[in-house]
């Protein structure tokens, strides 16, 4: 079955600065693959996804990911980093269902 | 549209008792999943449906019963509850599959069982 992993468990970041967000994937075929954000005690949201064509996607809330087959990666960065986007992000792969990696926790600091 | 609907937000079981978490869509989505999230491991699937009638395993999905007997509702059903049962548990539906358009999450309910 397919798998994701997150290898950063908790990133800090100062209001401002640049992110980038780690994710790897397990799967035979060309995945489709997204990013989710959860806010404390709230349900996912959906930022971006990916199923085919132009590997650099643009998501909701100035997020951006670039799939590259050769690393089996799917990084989610922001150019500025704003106070509001502290929550956890969870990276997903779709195979024949859907599989999610175990999370990255971003605080910001002011 | 409501979207996706779970009932009940909370509930407090004790060891052994039985208990069905529902949920409801109105987007006539075939494709609906269950998840549990548990805090460093984010979201397992436990069950899901590719349809009325189908129904399948995911990762973690002893204790745990499942149908789908409608294309809108898709009950959980905890048969004899267990404190590892401990956990946020999400619905979520999509179409045409897993991977489809968007998938939708319903708000979660957080089952305690003591």
């Known amino acids: 079955a397919q798998s994701v992993t997150q290898p950063d468990i908790h990133i800090t970041v100062s209001e401002g600065a640049s992110l980038e967000l780690r994710c790897n994937y397990s799967y035979g075929a060309t995945p489709y693959l997204f990013w989710y954000v959860q806010s404390p005690g709230q349900g996912l949201q959906l930022l971006l996804k990916y199923f085919s064509g132009d590997t650099l996607v643009q998501g909701i809330k100035g997020f951006e990911a670039e799939f590259k087959r050769s690393q089996s990666s799917f990084n989610l960065r922001k150019p500025s980093v704003h106070w509001s986007d502290a929550a956890e992000y969870f990276c997903a792969v779709v195979g024949n269902d859907m599989r999610f990696g175990a999370g990255t926790r971003l605080t910001v600091k002011p | 549209n409501a979207g996706v609907t779970q009932t009940p937000k909370f509930q407090v079981l004790k060891t052994g008792q039985s208990m069905t978490l529902q949920c409801a869509q109105d987007?006539?989505?075939?494709?609906m999943s269950w998840y549990r999230q548990d805090p460093g491991m984010g979201l397992r699937l436990i069950h899901y449906s590719v349809g009325a009638g189908i129904t399948d395993q995911g990762e973690v999905p002893n204790g745990y019963n499942v149908s789908r007997s409608t294309t809108e509702d898709f009950p959980l059903r905890l048969l004899s509850a267990a404190p590892s049962q401990t956990s946020v548990y999400f619905c979520?539906?999509?179409?045409?599959?897993?991977?489809?358009?968007?998938?939708?999450f319903g708000p979660g309910t957080r089952l305690t069982v003591l």
């Open positions: 979520a539906s999509s179409s045409p599959g897993p991977g489809g358009d968007t998938q939708y």
């Open positions: 987007m006539n989505h075939e494709y």
